[in-house]
């Protein structure tokens, strides 16, 4: 998953790239609120982690902007401010959960995750699609009950792919998908990593459409 982290601590912002990194996220972190709203003009983003004290532009005004452009990305607000209020206030702007600063990375994950379930209208935590098992917890993998071994990219690529089954994403969107700013991607560094998810799970699990990009189907 993309995530954009808007943050002007230095300490927590390095902390929490890190961590969500380590598990597989592509992670952007920008520090003020102009250079947040550049970024969310500029790049595709499926989750935003936004604090509300921010040099130059506040996290409420840039929530404002968001949901008054009908922009439904979910939005955790990451702050040191506690009182009812203020958490009041976020809400009722657009954001969709609240975390108190210092707060938990797994905990942090953890609503991350449950977030993403919501948007993508599952209740239950592990991914079923067909024969195949997804935990986003552990990243663990099954097909038909076997054990899949995935590396950290490639486990990254099927999230991505499994968000929307039949629909084909391009390799820039998969690409954009794994990597955040200033990693290094080759030019056929998506088509290594479907190939490798092709070896394990099998041929019929990933279709290439033509000119367009890849899928995983859709199962009756």
Same mark, same amino acid.
């Given at each position: 998953?993309?995530?954009?982290?808007?943050?002007?601590?230095?300490?927590?912002?390095?902390?929490?790239?890190?961590?969500?990194?380590?598990?597989?996220?592509?992670?952007?972190?920008?520090?003020?609120?102009?250079a947040a709203?550049?970024?969310?003009?500029?790049?595709?983003?499926?989750?935003?982690? @936004? +604090?509300?004290?921010?040099? =130059?532009?506040?996290? &409420?005004?840039?929530?404002? !902007?968001? /949901? #008054?452009?009908?922009?439904?990305?979910?939005?955790?607000?990451?702050?040191?401010?506690?009182?009812?209020?203020?958490?009041?206030?976020?809400?009722?702007?657009?954001?969709?959960?609240?975390?108190?600063?210092?707060?938990? @990375? +797994?905990?942090?994950?953890? =609503?991350?995750?449950? &977030?993403?379930?919501?948007? !993508?209208? /599952? #209740?239950?935590?592990?991914?079923?699609?067909?024969?195949?098992?997804?935990?986003?917890?552990?990243?663990?993998?099954?097909?038909?009950?076997?054990?899949?071994?995935?590396?950290?990219?490639?486990?990254?690529?099927?999230?991505?792919?499994?968000?929307?089954?039949?629909?084909?994403?391009?390799?820039?969107?998969?690409?954009e998908?794994?990597?955040?700013?200033?990693?290094?991607?080759?030019?056929?560094?998506?088509?290594?990593?479907?190939?490798?998810?092709?070896?394990?799970?099998?041929?019929?699990?990933?279709?290439?459409?033509?000119?367009?990009?890849?899928?995983?189907?859709?199962?009756?």
């Amino acid at each position: 998953m993309r995530i954009l982290l808007v943050e002007d601590d230095t300490m927590i912002g390095k902390s929490v790239q890190l961590g969500l990194k380590r598990e597989g996220h592509a992670v952007d972190w920008v520090r003020d609120g102009v250079a947040a709203e550049l970024s969310l003009a500029n790049g595709t983003y499926e989750f935003l982690l @936004l +604090d509300l004290g921010l040099p =130059r532009k506040s996290g &409420l005004e840039i929530l404002a !902007g968001l /949901r #008054a452009k009908k922009n439904s990305i979910p939005v955790l607000i990451l702050t040191a401010r506690d009182a009812v209020a203020d958490r009041v206030k976020g809400l009722d702007a657009g954001a969709d959960d609240y975390l108190i600063k210092p707060f938990d @990375l +797994d905990e942090l994950s953890a =609503r991350i995750r449950a &977030l993403s379930r919501r948007q !993508g209208g /599952r #209740a239950a935590p592990l991914i079923e699609h067909g024969e195949l098992t997804v935990n986003p917890v552990s990243h663990e993998v099954n097909l038909r009950g076997v054990p899949i071994t995935l590396s950290a990219r490639e486990y990254a690529l099927l999230a991505a792919l499994l968000e929307r089954p039949g629909i084909p994403l391009s390799r820039s969107q998969l690409e954009e998908s794994i990597y955040g700013w200033g990693e290094e991607v080759e030019s056929n560094t998506v088509e290594v990593y479907i190939h490798s998810l092709r070896r394990k799970l099998g041929q019929e699990w990933i279709v290439n459409v033509r000119g367009v990009g890849y899928l995983i189907p859709k199962f009756k």
